[in-house]
């Protein structure tokens, strides 16, 4: 049986003001990482047999994901698109939208749509290539939207969207 598989469809390239300047940012810190793992990476090498050293085997690893992570974020940035501007229609809901929902049993839930790159756990925020933000785009305040998810069909209801936090 062979380990090949299908590359992963490419997410949007867009992104908001906020979620480049934290990249940007990351870069910086993981360029900062990168030169100080190298100057221990250094230093475990001239200890000697590299083969049973623990911290020389360590720093490769470490030196390996800062270098797969510093790739992957220099060749996304460039082909990113910085959505500064809301759309000229603000009552639908676009790109950066902040969006309140209201689920069957009466529970508001507050998400924002962002890019593939920004989306965090917890906040609320949720990819432009989600399930639940691809049913609310072009929608409108008091319209009722449902999808299907692994665990049946959700449905919501828009009470609000705006595009200032």
């Not at 690893?61 to 500064?84: A, F, H």
């Not at 924002?112 to 790159?117: E, H, L, Q, S």
Request: charged content about 30%.
């Amino acid at each position: 049986m062979s380990r090949w598989r299908p590359p992963s469809p490419k997410s949007s390239p867009y992104i908001t003001p906020e979620g480049y300047r934290a990249l940007e940012a990351e870069l910086r810190a993981l360029d900062e990482r990168r030169r100080e793992t190298v100057r221990h990476l250094a230093a475990a090498a001239a200890e000697g047999d590299r083969s049973e050293n623990a911290e020389y085997i360590y720093r490769k690893k470490e030196l390996r994901e800062i270098d797969r992570r510093l790739g992957y974020l220099q060749r996304r940035m460039p082909t990113l698109t910085i959505v500064s501007r809301p759309p000229p229609v603000s009552d639908q809901i676009f790109f950066g939208a902040w969006v309140t929902l209201e689920d069957d049993s009466g529970n508001d839930h507050c998400h924002r749509i962002v890019g593939a790159d920004e989306t965090a756990l917890g906040t609320g925020w949720i990819s432009v290539d989600a399930p639940l933000a691809q049913a609310l785009l072009k929608r409108k305040v008091d319209e009722e939207i449902q999808f299907v998810t692994g665990e049946g069909t959700l449905r919501y209801l828009i009470l609000e969207v705006r595009y200032a936090p």
